[in-house]
T-cell receptor
Framework: AQSVTQLGSHVSVSEGALVLLRCNYS??????LFWYVQYPNQGLQLLLKYTTGATLVKGINGFEAEFKKSETSFHLTKPSAHMSDAAEYFCAVVGVGFGNEKLTFGTGTRLTIIP | DTAVSQTPKYLVTQMGNDKSIKCEQN?????MYWYKQDSKKFLKIMFSYNNKELIINETVPNRFSPKSPDKAHLNLHINSLELGDSAVYFC????????????FGPGTRLLVL
């Protein structure tokens, strides 16, 4: 079975500061990893994903994440926060193997941007 | 041009009633899902269908019954609604491979009184 841990249910950063949202995963098979964003009263939208290949992946709105197998991590970063980044962020994993074919979400991190 | 749509967007009802939520996707995907998001924003998969066939059925009360009339539609019927069913329900769809993105609908906010 796979699982995801997001450290910090709430993160606040100043506008223009670095955004770092942490995600660690557990999977017995090679994982596919995703970051989704949920704006208030909306559905989830994909920010970026790692499946194979380059471990540093770039997504929409200036976000990027690095897959580190040795640390079982997939942290999300953005160099300079913008007010429009305020939202709930979810890390998710799907294990590639029989019985694991479902997306398992972390508990989410609410990002607040301080003007 | 909405990719995954759900109706209704809001649903307020009394305990014990039966209600349905409809989902349609125009992405040509074979796989569709229902998720439940509770008040703490925790997302949990409920069901998954692939080409109208039930693939995943998590430990969901049998008051919840999904129905897929064709691969573009996945509806959720809930019998005998309880207070604890109050949540946001999301439909999603995905293409053939697990590496593909799941596209989510806007959600249906269900409030049981």
């Amino acid at each position: 079975a796979q699982s995801v841990t997001q450290l910090g249910s709430h993160v606040s950063v100043s506008e223009g500061a670095l955004v770092l949202l942490r995600c660690n995963y557990s999977s017995s098979v090679p994982p596919y990893l995703f970051w989704y964003v949920q704006y208030p009263n909306q559905g989830l939208q994909l920010l970026l994903k790692y499946t194979t290949g380059a471990t540093l992946v770039k997504g929409i709105n200036g976000f990027e994440a690095e897959f580190k197998k040795s640390e079982t991590s997939f942290h999300l970063t953005k160099p300079s926060a913008h007010m429009s980044d305020a939202a709930e962020y979810f890390c998710a994993v799907v294990g590639v193997g029989f019985g694991n074919e479902k997306l398992t979400f972390g508990t989410g991190t609410r990002l607040t941007i301080i003007p | 041009d909405t990719a995954v749509s759900q109706t209704p967007k809001y649903l307020v009802t009394q305990m014990g009633n039966d209600k349905s939520i409809k989902c349609e996707q125009n992405l040509g995907h074979d796989t569709m899902y229902w998720y439940k998001q509770d008040s703490k924003k925790f997302l949990k998969i409920m069901f998954s269908y692939n080409n109208k066939e039930l693939i995943i059925n998590e430990t969901v009360p049998n008051r919840f019954s999904p129905k897929s009339p064709d691969k573009a539609h996945l509806n959720l019927h809930i019998n005998s609604l309880e207070l604890g069913d109050s949540a946001v329900y999301f439909c999603a769809s995905r293409g053939t491979s697990l590496r593909e993105t799941q596209y989510f609908g806007p959600g249906t906010r269900l409030l049981v009184l």
